[in-house]
């Protein structure tokens, strides 16, 4: 039987192969990504700028949600501490506390990290990172 799967899989992915291999012969478009219009290398450039934007917001999303939760988590990991300190180490739930606090922390820290490499206001299409402080 295991021997019949392997025979049907091996010729699944030959016929594969082969109807693949005929269509980029006989199609080509199907292999080269070319626009209708013909793009410089600035145009391909500028398209993954905008595309990394959005990329920014979601690890920023997903750093503060992750931030919330691990420091909800080592409230609780606190209490399991108190109800019974030996199954819970104290170091558990500071540990805890510590990498929520860096990921609350992080994208703030990549405004500035931004701003200091390429100067100016960082901004996304969705966000502003710009923030006043005290004296302005």
Avoid at 30 to 42: D, E
Avoid at 46 to 55: L, R, T, Y
Avoid at 79 to 106: C, E, F, R, W
Wanted: aromatic fraction near 8%; include cysteine.
């Amino acid at each position: 039987m295991k021997k019949l799967n392997k025979d049907i899989k091996r010729k699944l992915g030959m016929a594969l192969g082969v109807t693949a291999g005929l269509a980029v012969a006989f199609v080509p478009e199907l292999a080269f990504a070319q626009a209708t219009s013909a793009q410089s290398i600035g145009d391909v450039a500028m398209n993954a700028s905008k595309s990394i934007n959005g990329v920014q917001v979601m690890i920023q999303g997903a750093c503060y949600m992750a931030g919330v939760a691990l420091a909800g988590g080592s409230m609780f990991k606190f209490k399991a501490h108190k109800d019974n300190p030996q199954q819970t180490p104290l170091s558990t739930p500071i540990v805890m506390l510590a990498v929520a606090a860096g990921l609350l922390y992080l994208p703030s820290l990549m405004t500035s990290a931004g701003q200091s490499l390429w100067g100016g206001k960082q901004t996304s299409d969705k966000v502003s990172y710009e923030y006043s402080s005290y004296g302005s």
